[in-house]
Every structure is written in structure tokens, then in C-alpha cells.
């Protein structure tokens, strides 16, 4: 087991598998920036290791991951003053002492955009094991990786939409992943997906009960490992090469940039200059969300 703060990195089966678990669960797996360094590290920690052939990526606790940490860079400037405000997300460097937009813009791009990319052209066979109500940047993570399975408890929602008028996330998958209607039904209402309905239209893999989900995963990881590896990665890299023919690589790079005029509206009208139209404590209190139901334009339940 490699130390690290905010997750942990098992390595199984002689080598063969490697498990990267984030390791926050009191946040349920919010991501800061932090926590997306160590996994950048131990994302490439596998793939340079030659007698690795498929990385599971899962999260301790109740939750994959709750999406981005909204609060660690108020926690970071409080805790220093003298750092700019995207100095306290984003640490030093990679543009963040830029003024205006820049230093904003520059951040998302490295830690959002191209981690998420580079881990999605990882030169590994990657599956996300998932569980819990995954929200908005937790499935830029799952997204990125080569298979998903989940939980019978799981669920999918991006609510930026709802809660922060943003047309989604960094990583801009919906189309590709829900289906081009679903993902606006999907952004528009911040509704959940259902894990039942997202194996049907093909973004999850496997479910498995909740209790079995780390052992299934794992037998089902150990099957694809006994692929030559070269089948498997040129497998991967003709679908990814596929995709990337159909339009998807440039599609996330606009979707980015369209990212990225939406928060530079909310920063010209909101008095604070903040690139969302809702404050901090608002996103905090909001209700549970509602799954998407066929047959009602709101469903009754909420999902916490």
C-alpha cells in the first residue's frame, strides 16, 4: 500500500491490477486540487509500471465522489489571505497568479480539462467502480476511465445546471455518454440517472449488489487482465481513435471554452465577481436531488 494523503494505491494480483481508492470519505470524494495531484501521480505511477495491466478506480465511504470540493479555496484563502482567490484553488503556479479570467481559465484547463483527458488515454485498461449518488466532476472521473461498473445504490447527476447556471463541466461527456436528449433532460432539471438506466443505454458495464461491488469488480478486472496487453490497448486506442474521428476531442475543447464564457457572464453580473449566480451557502442547503422518472415531469422522491 503507497502512502498518500487523499487516497490510497494497492497494488494486487502479483501486479497484475492496481486499485486507487480516493480517500476522503468525511467529503464524500469531493475533489480539490490536492487530491487530483496524488491521483495524477498515482495514475502515472501505473501506467509506467510494466507489470500493470488494468487500474480500478473507486472511492472509500458511501460515495464515489460528490464532485468538486466547492469550499476548499475559501478554506485555502482564509487560511492565508495573501493568496489570490484562484491561488487558494488552484495553488501556485499553472497561471493562477494570472489577472482577469486568465488564471481561472488556466486552472480548469490543467486540473479539469487535460488531467481528465490524459487519464482517459491512459496507456492501461482502466474501470471505475462506483456507488452512492455520483454528482457532477465524479463523473468526469468515471468518464475517463475505460468501463464503469457500479452499485445497485448508484446514481448519476450533474446539477451545475440547476444550482449554478453553468452548462455543465469541464469535461463536457453528456452527449457522448447519456445520448444527446438524455443529457439535456439530464442538465436542465438536474435530475438523477438511474444505474439500471444508464447499463441500459450503455455507459455502465456491470452492476453488482452494494456489498459485492469491491469483489466483483475486482474478478471482473482480473478477467480483462488475462488479455494480451497489446490486444487490450489497441482495443482501447481503436475505439478512442473512433470516437476522436467522430467529432469528440474537438467537441470537449468548444464545450470548454462555452464553459468558460458561462462563468465570465456570472462574474460581470454578480457583484462579488464570482463565476456562478448562486452563493456558497445556497448550493450547500439545497435539497436532495429527484431521479428522472419516465412517466413524471417531477418525480416525488429525493434522492440524498
Not at 467502480?129 to 448508484?154: E, F, H, K, P, S
Request: aromatic share 10%.
Amino acid at each position: 500500500m503507497a502512502e498518500y494523503e487523499f487516497l490510497t494505491y494497492e497494488s494486487l494480483d502479483e501486479g497484475r491490477i492496481v486499485r486507487i481508492m480516493l480517500n476522503r470519505p468525511e467529503a464524500r470524494n469531493a475533489q480539490h486540487v490536492p487530491l487530483l495531484k496524488e491521483l495524477d501521480d498515482a495514475f502515472l505511477r501505473a501506467e509506467a509500471d510494466d507489470e500493470v495491466r488494468v487500474v480500478i478506480l473507486g472511492g472509500h465511504g458511501r460515495t464515489f465522489s460528490a464532485g468538486h470540493d466547492m469550499a476548499a479555496g475559501a478554506a485555502a484563502q482564509a487560511a492565508d489571505p495573501g493568496i489570490s482567490p484562484w491561488e487558494a484553488v488552484f495553488g501556485a503556479g499553472n497561471g493562477s497568479s494570472r489577472q482577469g479570467r486568465e488564471a481561472h481559465y488556466l486552472g480548469e484547463w490543467h486540473y479539469f480539462f487535460t488531467n481528465t483527458l490524459r487519464w482517459r488515454n491512459l496507456r492501461k485498461i482502466t474501470i471505475a467502480q462506483v456507488q452512492g449518488t455520483v454528482y457532477a466532476a465524479g463523473l468526469m472521473l468515471m468518464w475517463a476511465c475505460d468501463l464503469i461498473v457500479g452499485a445497485d445504490n448508484a446514481n448519476f447527476v450533474d446539477v451545475v445546471g440547476a444550482r449554478l447556471g453553468m452548462c455543465g463541466l469541464e469535461y463536457f461527456g453528456h452527449p457522448w455518454e447519456f445520448g444527446p436528449r438524455k443529457a439535456k433532460e439530464l442538465l436542465l432539471t438536474g435530475d438523477a440517472l438511474g444505474v439500471d438506466e444508464a447499463y441500459q443505454l450503455g455507459m455502465v458495464s456491470k452492476v453488482f449488489p452494494a456489498a459485492d461491488l469491491e469483489d466483483k469488480t475486482l474478478e471482473f478486472a482480473r478477467r480483462i487482465a488475462r488479455l494480451p496487453t497489446v490486444t487490450a490497448l489497441l482495443i482501447k486506442e481503436s475505439v478512442n481513435q473512433t470516437q476522436d474521428n467522430m467529432g469528440f476531442y474537438n467537441a470537449l475543447q468548444a464545450c470548454f471554452s462555452l464553459h468558460h464564457v458561462n462563468h465570465a457572464h456570472w462574474a460581470e453580473l454578480t457583484a462579488s465577481g464570482q463565476p456562478y449566480p448562486a452563493e456558497l451557502g445556497a448550493w450547500r442547503e439545497s435539497p436532495g436531488v429527484r431521479p428522472s422518472v419516465k412517466d413524471q415531469a417531477s418525480a416525488d422522491a429525493v434522492i440524498r
